[in-house]
């Protein structure tokens, strides 16, 4: 079982989208930290709550010495302390990370972390057989109309990979 460190704005598409739940079904050990999950407005932590009531979302919590080495991990002037955070907890657990921040996401290629996306996990949706094709493409255009970071190239690819 592969473990993923889930960064919030994962977190914010798959709730936006209406994908939570079969998220929650993949075979991956599914991560975040506690200062991802303060990121997290009331209703979307409601949804969040269920998955670490029952230990499908594990949050990694720090101390105050531990909090110290957040502040310095990643060498990126733009991470904020969650990304910061989820780039730690992947390094101790030897995770990939999930998210869809460029910074975090260049920071993870220097690191040596592997790191995927929103259009990743859709992949993973539809190979676990959560979506067919037709219900792929609706979520992908569900995706594009409410994250207007998405990577066009890649969109689009995978857009005709689904025949549309």
């Known amino acids: 079982m592969r473990i993923v460190v889930t960064d919030a704005n994962i977190f ?78 992947a390094l101790e657990m030897k995770g990939w990370v999930l998210s869809g921040d460029k910074d975090v996401r260049n920071e993870c290629g220097e690191m040596k972390l592997e790191c995927h996306g929103m259009l990743w996990c859709l992949r993973e949706l539809l190979r676990n057989g959560h979506y067919d094709k037709s219900g792929c493409l609706s979520a992908l255009e569900q995706l594009e109309a409410i994250n207007k970071w998405l990577p066009g190239k890649d969109v689009e690819k995978m857009r005709k990979e689904l025949g549309g």
């Open 12 to 89: 914010f598409d798959l709730i936006g989208i209406g994908a939570l739940a079969f998220f929650f079904q993949l075979e991956h050990e599914v991560h975040t930290t506690v200062l991802v999950i303060d990121e997290c407005d009331p209703a979307d932590l409601a949804q969040l709550q269920a998955y670490i009531d029952n230990g499908k979302l594990q949050v990694r919590a720090f101390n105050e010495d531990e909090m110290k080495v957040v502040e310095t991990t990643g060498r990126r002037k733009g991470l904020r302390p969650a990304d910061r955070s989820i780039l730690l907890h």
